[in-house]
C-alpha cells in the first residue's frame, strides 16, 4: 500500500511558475516509475493526461504540450517526485496527480489505486 500526497498547487499568472512535490509514504522501492498526471475543468477522471514521468533521472519522459517547460525529478532519500512549471499558461490549469506505476518498452502504465488526492494550478491574469 502506497500513500501519496501532493502539494505546491496555486494560483499564478501565465508566464509564472510553480513546483509541485509529491510524497510518497507505505510500502515503495527507490525508482519505482512515477508519474503526474492532470484532469483539466470539465474533464472526467478517464481523460486525464499523462504530462510527465520518471523511472530514475536518466529515464523520463514528457507530453508534447510541457516539453521545454516542465521538469520532473526525484529525491529517492526524500521518497518525493516534482514537478517544477515554468511559462505556465491558461492550457496548464487543471488538478494535477501523482500516481505510482510500472515502465516498459518506453511506456509508462499508471496502477489503478494508486493515486493521490491531487492539486489545484490554476493559470490566470
Sequence with gaps: QVHLVESGGGTVQPGGSLRLSCAASGTFSDNEPMAWYRQAPGKTFLERELV???VSSTT???DD???GRFTISRDNDKNTIYLQMNSLTPDDTAV????VGSYS???YFPRAGY????????VSS
Excluded at 494535477?96 to 500516481?99: P, R, T
Excluded at 493515486?115 to 490554476?122: A, H
Design 115 to 122: 493515486w493521490g488526492q491531487g492539486t489545484q494550478v490554476t
Design 52 to 54: 510527465a514521468f520518471i
Design 96 to 99: 494535477y496527480y501523482c500516481n
Design 65 to 67: 504540450s510541457v516539453k
Design 60 to 62: 523520463t519522459g514528457y
Design 105 to 107: 518498452d518506453n511506456i
